[in-house]
C-alpha cells in the first residue's frame, strides 16, 4: 500500500499527483557527517539550493545543527545565525521551492517561519523526547510538548521522526503523538520513521522489513536513510560510498509506501521515484485490461 497524501503547503492543496517527493538535504553546518552536504557561505548555499531544484527536488531541508553521533551541540543563536543565512539565500535564489527546517527547537522553528515563511519543521526529536545525545532537551511543562504547541502555533506541517527501536513502540507513541497535535489542531503530519536513531543496525533493518506497517496510520510517510550508517557498516566503506546502497533502501521504502525521501543525491532519488512510478503504472494498467477482459467474458 502506498499512502498519496494530501498536505497543505502555503495554502495550496499537495494530493496525490504530486507524491512521492524528494526532498534535498542542505546543511549550513561545518560538521554534518556526509562532507558532501555541507555548505557554510552564501555562494555555497545558493550553489547547493539552485542544484537541488535543478535535479528534480521539490523540497530542501535546511539544518544547521548536526545531529550525527558526537556532533557537536551548537547554542540556539549560533543555530539561528547559521539558518538566517542560509534561508535567506535560498529564499532569493529559489522563491517558489517549498522549504523545510530540520530542527528540534521551538523557538528556532518559530523564527524561521515568521521572519522567511519556512513551509515545514522536520523535528528530529519525536517533539522533545530526545536529542542527539538520546536525552530529554527539556523540562516540559502542561499537556503537550512546547515544540506541538509552536507548530500548532505556527500552522505549518509537521515532520514527527520516532526515536523508538521497534516497530510496536514506534505505533504505540505515534498514535499518541498525532492525536496530541490534532488536539492541538495540526492537521498536515508527516511521520519519519527515524532510521538510525535509536536503533541499532539490526533493528533498522527489522523495521526496513516490515516498513508497510506504517501505512496503518493514514499518513505520508518520510523516510531519511541517505548514506547513513546503516547502508555502510552493513556493505563497508563509509559515507562517501554509500549511494548505490542508499539507492536500494529507496527501492525498497517507495515499494512499501514512502511518500517522500530525504535525500544527499537528488538526481538518483528522482530516477528512482520515477522508475519505481512506471513499474507500478505499468502494473495498474495490466490489472485493468485484465479486469475488463473478465467483465467481457462474463458479459458474453
Known amino acids: 500500500m502506498n499512502v498519496f497524501p494530501t498536505l497543505s503547503f502555503r495554502g495550496k492543496l499537495a494530493d496525490a499527483a504530486d507524491f512521492p517527493l524528494v526532498m534535498g538535504i542542505l546543511n549550513a553546518t561545518p560538521d554534518s557527517f556526509y562532507i558532501g552536504s555541507r555548505v557554510q557561505t552564501e555562494a555555497e548555499v545558493a550553489r547547493r539550493a539552485n542544484q537541488i531544484v535543478e535535479e528534480g527536488g521539490r523540497i530542501i531541508d535546511i539544518g544547521a545543527f548536526s545531529t550525527r553521533p558526537g556532533g557537536v551541540q551548537v547554542s540556539q543563536e549560533e543555530e539561528m545565525e547559521r539558518l538566517r543565512l542560509a534561508l535567506k539565500t535560498v529564499r532569493r535564489e529559489q522563491p517558489e521551492t517549498l522549504v523545510s527546517v530540520d530542527t528540534f527547537r521551538p523557538e528556532v522553528a518559530r523564527m524561521s517561519v515568521e521572519e522567511f515563511g519556512a513551509d515545514l519543521i522536520n523535528d528530529v526529536s519525536e517533539g522533545g523526547i530526545t536529542g542527539i545525545a538520546n536525552v530529554p532537551l527539556?523540562?516540559?511543562?502542561?499537556?503537550?510538548?512546547?515544540?506541538?504547541?509552536?507548530?500548532?502555533?505556527?500552522?505549518?506541517?509537521?515532520?514527527l521522526m520516532s526515536v523508538q527501536p521497534t516497530l510496536r513502540k514506534m505505533l504505540i507513541g505515534f498514535a499518541k503523538e498525532v492525536q496530541q497535535l490534532h488536539e492541538l489542531g495540526v492537521?498536515?503530519?508527516?511521520?519519519?520513521?527515524?532510521?538510525?536513531?535509536?536503533?541499532?543496525?539490526?533493528?533498522?533493518?527489522?523495521?526496513?522489513?516490515?516498513?508497510?506497517?506504517?501505512?496503518?496510520?493514514?499518513?505520508?510517510?518520510?523516510?531519511?536513510?541517505?548514506?547513513k550508517s546503516m547502508i555502510y557498516k552493513q556493505t563497508g566503506g563509509d559515507a562517501t560510498t554509500a549511494l548505490n546502497g542508499t539507492t536500494v533502501v529507496h527501492t525498497i521504502s517507495l515499494m512499501k509506501g514512502a511518500s517522500i525521501l530525504r535525500v544527499h543525491d537528488v538526481k538518483e532519488a528522482v530516477e528512482t521515484v520515477e522508475l519505481v512510478g512506471k513499474m507500478r503504472a505499468e502494473g495498474e494498467k495490466k490489472r485493468e485490461e485484465m479486469h475488463c477482459e473478465s467483465k467481457d467474458k462474463d458479459n458474453r
Do not use: C, H, W
Request: charged letters at 25%; hydrophobic letters at 40%.
Open 138 to 159: 527539556e523540562e516540559e511543562t502542561g499537556d503537550y510538548p512546547t515544540m506541538f504547541r509552536m507548530v500548532a502555533r505556527l500552522g505549518v506541517p509537521y515532520i
Open 187 to 227: 492537521k498536515d503530519i508527516i511521520i519519519d520513521p527515524g532510521y538510525g536513531f535509536g536503533k541499532t543496525l539490526e533493528q533498522n533493518y527489522q523495521l526496513l522489513s516490515e516498513a508497510e506497517k506504517l501505512t496503518v496510520l493514514g499518513l505520508p510517510i518520510l523516510v531519511g536513510v541517505s548514506r
